[in-house]
């Protein structure tokens, strides 16, 4: 089994496997543009972030009821346990199914349908993210947010996510503000293709209390050392970075040059279905391509714990199963 970790950067919709996608399509009476499983798999081929982003949205017409969702949920679920997930703060992105008239409440019942019997069923804590589309306008961030409002007691944080460039943190100012009155965690995606501008906007202008991705950091030594001072974690995708070319080989991955800097580095899958692997996987993948020992892969599930949004006391228990966990 694979240390034990958190994952933090997991977009939920991201986990669609073409086998689960074609098994709903059906259930559904939906057709999709795909013969069949390989069909499908051979388009996961990616120039970049928006590529990306056009198949991700389009295979989400198969997600249509509360048991989907569930579904969906639980197939994560039950994947990242096998590669020793021990916490999961899932991303969601209401906007993309409110779209295409799904209520939001149909979106969170059904997920928090799975992750109601997720401790019991999969040995995984989980916190759920609701992510604002940035490519959609801020008024439309806060038309979802006050739509999630009656669920506010099943979110911990909101998010930030899709297309980046062209839309920085600073439009969102507002409705992070509510989030933050509201009680809610901020994160967001910042510095994956856009800009280290996009990170410091983040911090200042959005109050964010991790930023995800945020590779491109690494462009700006003043932004490390801001970084580092201030130990705000940055969830990592090195998978999905290689994939939507946003580093050109695993072995360029800025992440030991990251954990150099001091900067608080976790690993984690973002969109697992589409860009070739789960947690593990990552953990798996990053030891075998760069010069990581088994102190250094340690030291990312130690940052995944003390990253996630844990009451310190789960925090530590945690915390002692990396400690005590045996590379063999
Ligand atoms: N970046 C931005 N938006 C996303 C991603 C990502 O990697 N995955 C799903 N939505
Ligand atoms: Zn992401």
């Not at 399509?25 to 388009?43: C, W």
């Not at 295979?59 to 020793?84: C, K, P, S, W």
């Not at 760069?290 to 940052?303: F, H, I, Y």
């Amino acid at each position: 089994m694979s240390i034990p970790k958190a994952e933090l950067h997991l977009h939920i919709e991201g986990t669609l496997e073409p086998e689960l996608a074609f098994a709903l399509a059906a259930r559904n009476g939906i057709e999709l543009p795909y013969a069949t499983t390989g069909e499908l798999r051979r388009a996961y081929s990616f120039s970049d972030l928006q590529s990306f982003l056009d198949l991700y949205y389009a295979l989400m017409a198969v997600l249509r009821t509360e048991q989907d969702f569930a579904d969906l949920a639980d197939a994560y679920l039950a994947r990242a346990a096998e590669q020793g997930v021990r916490h999961a703060e899932i991303f969601f992105d209401p906007q993309a199914h409110t779209v295409r008239g799904i209520g939001i409440g149909t979106v969170i019942e059904g997920l928090a349908r799975a992750l109601d019997s997720s401790e019991e069923r999969h040995g995984i804590s989980t916190r759920l993210i609701m992510c604002f589309l940035r490519d959609e306008s801020a008024e439309s961030a806060m038309e979802i947010f006050e739509a999630a409002r009656p669920f506010f007691g099943r979110i911990s944080a909101v998010g930030l996510d899709s297309a980046e460039v062209g839309n920085p943190p600073s439009k969102f100012r507002e409705v992070y503000a509510a989030a933050a009155e509201a009680g809610l965690h901020r994160v967001a995606h910042a510095g994956e293709e856009g800009p280290p501008a996009y990170i410091w906007e983040a911090l200042d202008l959005l109050g964010v209390e991790r930023v995800d991705h945020g590779i491109r950091c690494m462009e700006d030594p003043a932004l490390v050392e801001r970084l580092v001072r201030d130990q705000v974690p940055l969830t990592v995708c090195p998978l999905s970075n290689v994939r939507l070319r946003c580093v050109d080989t695993l072995a360029e991955h800025p992440l030991p040059a990251m954990l150099d800097a001091g900067l608080l580095v976790t690993v984690n899958s973002d969109d697992p279905a589409y860009f070739g692997g789960y947690a593990g996987d990552n953990f798996d993948a990053v030891r075998d391509a760069l010069p990581l020992d088994a102190d250094a892969l340690r030291t990312l599930a130690r940052n995944s714990f003390r990253a996630a949004f844990l009451d310190d006391a789960v925090r530590e228990a945690y915390l002692a199963e990396v400690e005590a966990y045996d590379f063999g």
